[in-house]
């Protein structure tokens, strides 16, 4: 039988505080509580990953992570660093940050800790949403300067949908990597319904803007929801996209709690307290997981006979959840997901040439050639 | 935990990854000499839609 995998990637909420209150955000009801995560339950973190996990990917995540503060990050660091060189468990550091807080201080932390940095940064349109603009194109410049990559992480509301290439043409100019994601119907954003995005919509516009990156030659910029749909058209799996989440994937908030996602930070879906258990495997037995894999179960059992299915698995829990249930298919994926199939199995069809350079070469690897 | 939890696991895991046609590939990319993994956070945590 096969083993459960022996890499896990967690993300992890020092604190849900955070410094701003954005119109979309998912968080909204968790009221953003100031609690910082006690250096006693990172520890005990730890010591549940002993028996079994040899590589972590740690997403620092909140509310705004930042706000745990620098002497934090430090004790952090150095505790993952301490038990890392006792026990050879590999962790890899990512962080999604709004950037307001982030200074030079925290850069060279970041740096001599190889931590992947994410900006929640909107572009042109980054008032729309969120606040401090300045402050945080501040912290982009500076980290630029400094020679540090970084991405960002672009939330494109109804008020956007229609400037897409306006948004990726502007995140091509800074050369800043952008993965663009729709506005979804939680937390805050419910109050904003004047935001939301139609599944047409939505659809209508990336697919313009997916055939004009594929023909852009200037390219200088990795787009990460276009190379997205390119893997889940050939099927190749990866991150937690297409039903990989599970068994692999978990959140941790400042209180202790796993959670199966960071959009599932809710009492629903609270799993175990880090102090219930001494594996971290046991959350997989708990009565809230156990219902999990019996909804996914019942989705997946609905997505079966689709002629996508080989490529979507059946889509994203975490959406699925939000629009409705775990246990059905969600309409905004998967009509998203079958047009653009539909729209890329025309592509391949006529041999359309491409001429973005990184969808060339994921196309050559892909289909395993020298070129295309 | 004990043996037959373990055991409870391992089947779990197993039936979840068979509906799904289990795969796992953690795939990295090199382009300008940047190696991008497919596995990190930028593109997986975040809505898949």
Redesign the interface.
């Known amino acids: 039988?096969?083993?459960?995998?022996k890499?896990i990637?967690v993300?992890f909420e020092p604190t849900a505080a955070c410094n701003l209150r954005c119109l979309h955000c998912y968080h909204a009801d968790t009221d953003y509580l100031p609690d910082i995560m006690p250096i006693e339950v990172l520890d005990k973190f730890l010591s549940v990953l002993k028996?079994h996990y040899n590589s972590v990917?740690i997403?620092w995540?909140g509310g705004e992570p930042l706000l745990a503060g620098y002497d934090y990050f430090v004790k952090a660091y150095d505790r993952f660093a301490d038990f890392a060189r006792e026990t050879g468990v590999k962790f890899?550091f990512?962080i999604?940050t709004n950037g307001t807080l982030l200074d030079e201080t925290y850069a060279n932390l970041f740096e001599t800790t190889d931590t992947?940095i994410?900006i929640s940064y909107d572009g042109p349109y980054n008032d729309v949403l969120r606040q401090e603009t300045d402050k945080v194109e501040e912290t982009i410049d500076m980290l630029q300067h400094r020679g540090i990559?970084l991405?960002c992480?672009s939330t494109v509301s109804a008020s956007t949908v229609h400037h897409l290439v306006k948004i990726y043409e502007f995140f091509k100019s800074k050369q800043l990597?952008v993965?663009f994601?729709?506005i979804?119907p939680d937390g805050a954003a419910l109050s904003h319904k004047e935001l939301a995005i139609s599944k047409e919509d939505?659809t209508d516009n990336f697919i313009d803007f997916f055939d004009y990156w594929l023909d852009d030659k200037a390219c200088n910029i990795?787009v990460?929801s276009c190379?997205?749909i390119i893997?889940?058209f050939f099927g190749?799996?990866?991150?937690?996209?297409?039903?990989?989440c599970?068994?692999r994937?978990l959140a941790f908030d400042a209180r202790g709690n796993f959670y199966p996602c960071?959009?599932l930070i809710k009492e629903d879906y609270r799993l175990a307290n880090v102090n219930e258990i001494?594996?971290l495997?046991?959350v997989?037995?708990s009565p809230t997981y156990?219902s999990i894999?019996d909804a996914?179960?019942a989705r997946?059992a609905k997505c079966h006979a689709c002629k996508w299915y080989?490529k979507c698995?059946s889509?994203?829990n975490?959406?699925a959840s939000l629009f409705g249930n775990m246990a059905n298919r969600n309409d905004?994926?998967c009509y998203?997901?079958k047009r653009f199939f539909d729209h890329l199995a025309d592509i391949c069809a006529q041999g359309k040439p491409i001429s973005n350079?990184?969808a060339k070469?994921?196309f050559c690897?892909i289909l395993n050639r020298d070129k295309i | 935990?004990t043996d037959s939890?373990?055991e409870?696991?391992?089947?779990?895991?197993?039936?979840?990854?068979s509906?799904?046609?289990?795969?796992?590939?953690?795939?990295s990319?090199i382009?300008d000499n940047?190696s991008?993994c497919?596995?990190?956070?930028?593109?997986?945590?975040?809505?898949?839609?």
């Open positions: 039988m096969k083993e459960l995998p890499r990637t993300i028996p990917n997403i995540h890899d990512y999604q992947n994410s990559d991405r992480l990597p993965k994601n729709p979804f939505w990795r990460a190379m997205d893997h889940r190749v799996r990866n991150g937690c996209l297409n039903n990989r599970l068994f994937y960071g959009r001494d594996d495997r046991e997989f037995l156990l894999l996914n179960k997946v080989d698995h889509g994203c975490a959406t905004f994926e998203f997901n350079p990184y070469q994921l690897k | 935990m939890e373990l409870i696991l391992k089947k779990l895991f197993c039936d979840y990854e509906e799904n046609n289990g795969q796992d590939s953690c795939d990319f382009f940047v991008y497919y596995d990190d956070y930028s593109d997986c945590h975040a809505p898949s839609i």
